[in-house]
């Protein structure tokens, strides 16, 4: 059964990895975690396989890495950040 992770409980799930941690490490980890968002959902594996990046140094390195390779709806619309006005 696949676990489900809201985007902003994603940072605690990688913080559990031991870095450097490479591409196929994160996939084994994560297989089962589907990422929830406001619009809808996604295997974290199909995002991990997006990334071009073979090495990830740190939670940080990987956690930005996720966050450049999700769907556009799944952060917010351009425009809609609470600084624009």
């Given at each position: 059964m696949a676990r489900e992770l809201k985007l902003n409980e994603l940072r605690s799930e990688l913080d559990t990895l031991t870095y450097p941690a490479t591409r196929e490490d994160v996939l084994a980890e994560f297989d089962d975690v589907v990422l929830r968002f406001a619009d809808g959902d996604e295997r974290l594996?199909?995002?991990?396989?997006?990334?071009?990046?073979?090495?990830?140094?740190?939670?940080?390195?990987?956690?930005?890495?996720?966050?450049?390779?999700?769907?556009?709806?799944?952060v917010g619309e351009p425009g809609q950040s609470e600084g624009d006005g």
């Open positions: 594996g199909d995002v991990v396989e997006r990334i071009t990046e073979d090495v990830f140094v740190s939670p940080d390195d990987l956690e930005a890495a996720v966050y450049n390779n999700l769907p556009t709806e799944a």
